[in-house]
């Protein structure tokens, strides 16, 4: 019972956490604004300097399938060997908890740590890709700039990017650039590139892009401020997480303390932890922790995503 209540309010965390809210009608936010669809009937599509539609628009399959070979690229080489040894090494965990502290079914608490163990390696892969893309990008914008300044097409500045520059950036340049060099369409080329690097920064580079090659203009000067732009935004979130690092290292300190201390309870005290674990008398000392902790976990989650924004 005690497994698939938290389970239950760990998904009502994650729900409130993740509902969208309506936000001041004030905020501007250049990046993401400069990616918005909008779809207006009397205009014809021969008119436009970019199809956005064909940049974002999926169907939920098909953006599952990506999803899927997006993670595939981030783990690397042997993928599905590493992650079966990951589900294989959850399912120890599992096994060991559940014989140590929890002895309940096993097959309830091996479904909650594979999903949150999962669901941990999913979300660090993002983190760990975004963070390599905004070190790369700028470097790859003042390349392109370069070249572009230095009398070169388009496709030769982006080919000489992905020849220069290492890193996935690089990879993913040297591919715009070879796909555009064998006749591929630009729409095409540039919505396999947003299903790889699906960052607003990204997609307002490759929209300056298709503008450009459609209308042509100032390459070299919009690029120019859109690294300083990137610049600028990392600079605000650096300091950002300094402002806040006090807090947040203080919530996740107080979040974890009950939790070391009833797992220390197993060796200091034995009788109080099985209590608490087993007793039908201390089960409501064990549900009004997991609720509190959702709770206030919760609050936490959500004003820090507020600071974000």
């Not at 779809?39 to 199809?51: K, L, M, N, P, T």
């Not at 959850?90 to 594979?114: D, F, K, P, Q």
């Not at 669901?119 to 700028?138: I, N, S």
Request: charged share 20%; net charge positive; hydrophobic share 50%.
């Amino acid at each position: 019972m005690i497994y698939w209540l938290a389970l239950l309010l760990g998904g009502v965390a994650v729900a409130i956490a993740f509902w969208p809210t309506a936000k001041n009608s004030n905020r501007k936010y250049y990046l993401e604004e400069d990616i918005k669809v909008y779809h207006v009937e009397s205009i014809d599509e021969a008119q436009q300097a970019v199809d956005l539609a064909t940049l974002s628009d999926r169907k939920v399959h098909v953006k599952l399938f990506q999803t899927v070979e997006r993670v595939q690229r981030q783990i690397g080489d042997f993928a599905v060997f590493k992650l079966l040894a990951l589900v294989v090494a959850l399912a120890a965990l599992a096994s060991m908890l559940n014989t140590h502290l929890v002895r309940g079914s096993y097959v309830a608490v091996a479904a909650i740590v594979e999903i949150a163990g999962l669901t941990m390696g999913y979300f660090w892969l993002q983190k760990r890709e975004k963070k390599q893309f905004e070190e790369a990008f700028p470097d790859a914008l003042n390349m392109l700039a370069s070249a572009v300044s230095a009398g070169e097409s388009i496709m030769h500045a982006i080919v000489y990017v992905g020849r220069s520059l290492e890193g996935d950036v690089g990879k993913e340049f040297k591919r715009m650039g070879e796909r555009l060099q064998m006749g591929e369409s630009a729409d095409s080329v540039f919505r396999k590139s947003c299903d790889r690097f699906p960052y607003p920064a990204f997609h307002f580079f490759v929209i300056t892009l298709r503008a450009n090659m459609q209308r042509g203009g100032q390459l070299k000067e919009v690029i120019s401020r859109l690294n300083r732009l990137m610049f600028d935004n990392r600079a605000i979130e650096k300091k950002k997480y300094a402002m806040t690092s006090e807090a947040r290292t203080s919530a996740k300190i107080v979040a974890v303390i009950p939790f070391i201390f009833l797992f220390s309870m197993k060796f200091l005290s034995p009788q109080n932890y099985e209590f608490i674990m087993f007793n039908p008398a201390g089960k409501p000392l064990l549900y009004y922790l997991i609720v509190s902790e959702t709770i206030g976990l919760t609050i936490v989650w959500m004003l820090m995503r507020g600071a974000q924004k």
